[in-house]
């Protein structure tokens, strides 16, 4: 399998969700998501765990080769990045893996069923620093809400990020909207064992810069 081996068979105008070969296209600009009627399905009816900013791929392919019985899922809104998750886990015969090529609120409200997910892991989000990009940030409370729903009763969320802002609004979001820290106060870790590794984080040590694990329960 290759790079050119995917195409999202339409035009921006004809754009609809489709579902490729172990991949599922979450068109933007769309206001029919709700008429969907496919599912994303696994060879093996087993937990499913899901991946938010996925980039190249590295941490859930790594993740979802280990743990051959969890299923999981991987979201990713840019297209180069998605096919290249897709390729790897076809060239690597992973079965246990499925791609999502979409915006994570819109996956996660249109497309999930209520509490199907055992764990959810968004692994360094972009930070979107300045004030007037704050409509842009993942965590916010419709998108919170919809992650509290799709989670099983007593779901896990884990969340790593190098940004103290971003990791501050994590936890307040997350608390404000029906979840518990695992950690008392500073509300983090900075190590977390086993958790794996990604371009990002190891950019960001690589810059001397303090990586914050944080984990949350559904109330």
Known sequence: MKATDLKIPFTFEERR???????????????????FDQKISFPKEQKINVEYCSGNGEWIIDKAKKNPDINWIGVEKRFDRARKIWVKLHNNNISNLFVVLGEAEVFTKFYLQDKVISD?????????????????????????????????????????????????????????????????NPHFTEELQGFGSSYFDRLWRDMGRRIRYLQFVKN
């Open 17 to 35: 969700p489709i579902i490729l070969d172990r991949l599922l296209y979450v068109p933007s600009h769309y206001d029919k998501h709700d008429q």
């Open 120 to 184: 959810i892991f968004i692994n360094f989000p972009d930070p979107w620093p300045k004030r007037r990009h704050d409509k842009h940030r993942l965590f916010q409370d419709f998108f919170v809400l919809e992650l509290r729903r799709v989670l099983l009763d007593a779901g896990q969320s884990t969340f790593v990020t190098d940004d103290p802002d971003t990791s501050d609004r994590m936890y307040q979001v997350m608390i404000k909207n029906g979840f518990k820290s695992l950690y008392e």
